[in-house]
Structures are given as C-alpha cells and as structure tokens.
C-alpha cells in the first residue's frame, strides 16, 4: 500500500488532533478526508476511528473528538 501525499497529509492532520494540536481545525480535516463513492453515489470516508482495545472513557473521548473534527466512519466495538 502506498498512501498518496494528500492522504498522508490527513493521517498526520488526525494524529496531531489526536494529540491536542491548536493548529488543525475540523474543517481542514473533513474537507481533506479522502472518500470511495459506492453504487448509489454514497460517498463512504476512507479514514475511520477504530475503538478496539479503549475502554469506555477512552472511546467517550475518542468519538467525541472524532466527531467534532469531522471524522464520520467509526467502527465501534463494545469491550
């Protein structure tokens, strides 16, 4: 797999968000979140927050973030 430089660039854009960075605003993260279209014209996002292995606070905050930076696909597992 080899990530094109915009995707990489959002992976580094949700890791500084991840670690509390001010200067990565939601909007910049959404707009740059690369996406597949499925039948339908469904877009899908290709970057998901994943919640194995966090306990209960841990995913509260974890989805919390997400969401309020623009991050819509999560795959949640209840643990």
Request: net charge negative; glycine share 8%; aromatic share 6%.
């Amino acid at each position: 797999f080899s990530a094109s430089p915009a995707f990489s660039s959002t992976l580094s854009q949700a890791s500084d968000i991840a670690n509390g960075s001010p200067s990565v605003t939601s909007s910049s993260v959404a707009a740059s979140i690369p996406e597949w279209t499925l039948q339908g014209g469904v877009k899908f996002p290709t970057l998901a927050l994943n919640t194995v292995g966090l306990s209960v606070e841990e995913t509260t905050r974890a989805v919390s973030i997400a969401r309020k930076n623009g991050i819509t696909h999560i795959d949640f597992h209840p643990g």
